[in-house]
């Protein structure tokens, strides 16, 4: 995904035992030890043969290194001190680099309001010290915010000023990064021609600048551009070529080109391939502990699962990444990651709806069943106060409570008469049935609940567990009162649809079967709510006199 980051410039003029100290510490923080860099940062503060800038310089490396470790408090801590020692000395470029890093402890926090007023006033400095690359770099800061907000035109603007900046100052490479974030911005927003021009514009930026790296990053985002633009031929040379090149390390970009193949694979309906090169690029993902990819690599194996009619496998790696993109959502591009999290809803619910309608597909008498109870389920469930979050996987449970019917005969499922006991005993067995086909996919409990304790009834004497009353899961409660009135409300393969009044006179009348306040909330909703094709009297009578003429 995006390889924007915030940025730092770093400035000493120095003493060579100061010096030495800065590389010092500069080294352990590119081996990753914090502490140790904290130490020599701590030293140099307090250090008088430093020069005043260079111990202020100090405080804001320490507050970066606190950050490092996650220590925020102390981060804000020493660098609102930075600002202040730099107020004293009457140095605005240095007020203004210590407002940046203040920016980014709330950007990493999530705060992008406070984040973004920081670099303002940043800015604000930069602009009276006339400090041109602090302020293109103050800018691209600000490109990010809006980037990770979702203001793409917004993130585009500042972006574009800041690439301004870096090309009056003639500094390439840093104008080459935030053309690869203009181009990832004009890739979001659809516009693949000018996200193709900022790419091949920052691709001979880094080439000129020898920056093989970098380059290769780029050139992995561009592939995703090729994909998005269905120019699949070109994406997979591309992917060929990056995939050959050898390296001692595994460069981190590897595991995004082995899900570019798999995409394009499955594109082809070469689905082998596809699998074996997704689930490549989930290992990587997972070695290298990159959430995003894999909440990205978990959604297209759902696809491909949703192409080869694997239901179970399809909700599986969707639940997986619905939970990965909740996870994400504090951190990363919140917005992204909401829109994505937003579509995958749709798509989870349209998955579970298809893989209830092959059931019902097997059962000619119930088209459209799942759908109505699932939406009788969120009416009642909606009434007892679930939230919107709950609803959601109510929804999918309701969509799915009948999957375990899979194991009925067809026979059995649309005889017209009456079972036989050895049928009957075939029909109880559904609902564990449903849960041993959910059974390894991380559901949350009332779906479990939904499709194994359906047929409980309140008096205790239902199936398969016996339970009794409040013992029962209040969405299988909920969810048996809506199966039972569509079921009583719709043509069966033994009788006609019943209307409002006769299926809520036998609901009533049937006492020990519903928990009694769910049923009375639902027959005063039903009574009066407008149920599209539900037989009314007036229906019933359209439908009689047809039939009589
Ligand atoms: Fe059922």
Redesign the pocket.
Known sequence: MTKSRPTIELKAAESPAVKQSIERAKHAEHEGRWADACAIYERLVRDPDAHANTRLAALRWLGRAYLEQGNRSAALDVLEAAVASADTLGSPPAVAQALNVIGIVYQVAGDLDQAAAMYQAARAKAELAADGALIAMIDQNLGTVELIRGDLRAALEAFRLSQLGYQTLGLRNHEAQVLNNIALAYQELGELGDAEAAYDEAARAFEEEGDRARRLDLLVNKVQLYIAGRRFDEALTQCDELLAIKTDEVPQWRGEVFRHVGVIAREHSEFPKAAEYLLKAEKHAVDIGDLFLRADVAEQLAELYWAQKRHRDMLQSLNEAHSLYSQLKAQHRVAQVEKRNGALEARFLEMAKQWGDSIESKDRYTQGHCERVAFFSCVLADSTGFNARSLFWFRIGALL??I??IIVPTDVLNKPGKLTDEEWAIMKR??EA?LELVADIDFPGDIRAIIRN??ERWDGKGYPDGLAGEQIPLAARILCVA?VYDALTTTRSYRAGMTHARAAEIMLGSTGQFDPHLLQVFLEWAETADIPGRPTPQRLAIFASSADS
């Open positions: 409570h009948d375990g019917k559904h609902p449903g359906h047929h199966d």
